[in-house]
RNA sequence: GCCGCGUUGGUCAAUCGGUUAAGACGCCUCCCUUUCACGGAGGAAUGAGGGGUUCGAUUCCCCUACGCGGUACCA
């Protein structure tokens, strides 16, 4: 009997959700709910000086937007708490295990100030070596339990001399893994420093956290960004000294995001820069107070936000391109991940929306639109106006984000002013026999006996007929009358939703201001 | 510099040694629509370079180039 499958996502409380780390925690989601797994959010707040207030409920909040909601968690603690890395802290959790290790012989106490570290730095800096590391050539040269004697050591400790604790990496030695997506990845321990495992204030560098925290949570898979890839070998030392290299999970690393333009990693900048939503939902720093554009607010539902996320660095080789998030659990596979990273392209990020608009009934995201209405001041809830749903599901074939609704529909709602509407597409060919056209229309309008699209369709058309004028020459007035503009589904549609009396109302109006 | 990982159209990408090298986004043309879209039909556009291996390489190997990532008491 294996061991049940469980997943982490463990990001920092820095900042906003950026959308790369929504598509991790989406292949972990995955991942989980196909093997019948647990998925767990563990907070990575090890770095006291980078605490964020607020950036955890809003990592929540984003993961419960996109319906990614964890096992367990801080909110919803399991088995295996606590959940947060500062709490594991308090409870000594990691510093036993870096005694262990000193004790193993397999790392050492460092008490090298950040001066020194910085001197260390430039004094061995060269143009071939630009970056010196604290590796096993280097520690002999500095303040450190291997390079100094033994009672030295002792009475620095004793003496509470702030110190840290750091890998004792030996050269020499190939170190290997298989990744999930790489596959077979090696490294020569000659590269690799000696990372800081436990920092002078107490709290653990990400290093040692990953590691303890991965084991004492049971994890068996873990994905993350490929920028981590060159830390592994520091993660599979650890896992051999600590827990043994065959406990260790499988590791994924994920391709990167990049942005649109050049290269590099994508951004929030890049999204300022070129306008598009880097993270999952409004994010507003609480030391800046500068607030970023999110998804969610610019328009997108969490279906093709997930969709488009899923298919930046994944598919499943049928072409199909469109998918349910069960459709996702069931289809989703590390081995067709790819290696390379993917630029993020925002015109196929809208195509998707506009995909899932169209194909999601409008009671789904009717909400939110309502929001955006609201925003803008309009009032789709007044006595006689049309449905929304039915105002939406007529326009949502030409909306590519929710917010777009506005724009396309809002004329249902609030009848456009009839002094600014621009007649000067029908001005030049406005004449006595149209005016006549429309003034008969208005009298025969309040017959009709059933309001509806086709109904108006014929009436119109044979009354233009006995007026002996080209329908087509009526239909762009009669748009701009109720619209406000050369846009909009079919006018007879359009009347149809806006009832007899809104329609004659806008009509007239508008039919005053041609004569003149 | 060093280490690691990558590299098929503008972008996302299929192909797991033999194809006219799919499909999608975007772009262009046409049709439909007496608005704008949707939809439909077409079109332009791709294997970084060089060596091997092989009857045959986009596909396997090596080198080069380029890109990215890392090289913190940040994650």
New binding site residues.
Partial sequence: MSKKVRLRF???P?GGLHLGGVRTVLYNYLFARQHHGDFILRI?D??Q??YVPGAEEYILDCLAWCGLNPDESPLHPGAYGPYRQSQRKAEGLYLQYAQQLVQQGHAYY?F???EE?EEM?THYKT????????NHVLRTKMKNSLSLPAEDVQRLLDAGT???IRIKVMPGEEIHFTDLI???????T??V?D??LL???G?????L?VVVDDHLMEITHAFRG??????APVHILLWRHLFGEDKMPRWAHL??I?K?D????LSKRDGDRLGFPVFAMNWKDPNTGEMTKGFREMGFLPESFLNMLA?????D?S?Q?LFTIEELIQKFSLE?V????????F??A??FN?EWI?RLPVTHYQGQVQSYFQAAGIDTAKPGAPRLDSVLELVK??CHLLTEFVQQSGFFFQAPDPATIDLSPVRPKWNEAKQQFFIELLNQLPFIKTWDAPTLEKEFKEM?AAAAI????L??PL?LML?GG??????FDIAALLGPQETIHRIRQVLGLLRA
């Fill in positions: 463990a990001p920092s820095t990575e090890t770095d000086s980078r460092a090298d100030t950040p570290l730095r143009a071939e070596n630009p970056s010196p590391q604290y702030p110190h840290v790489r596959g077979d990845v090696t490294f020569s000659n590269g420093d990372k800081v920092k002078a204030d709290m653990p560098t990400y290093h956290a490929e920028e981590w890839l060159p830390s391709p990167l990049l649109p050049g290269n590099g990693k298919m930046l660095g994944w598919n080789g072409g391109e067709r790819h290696k390379g990273g993917a630029k993020f392209d015109e196929k809208k195509w506009h169209k074939d030409r233009a080209k329908p087509g020459d239909l762009l748009r619209v050369k846009f909009g589904p079919g006018v």
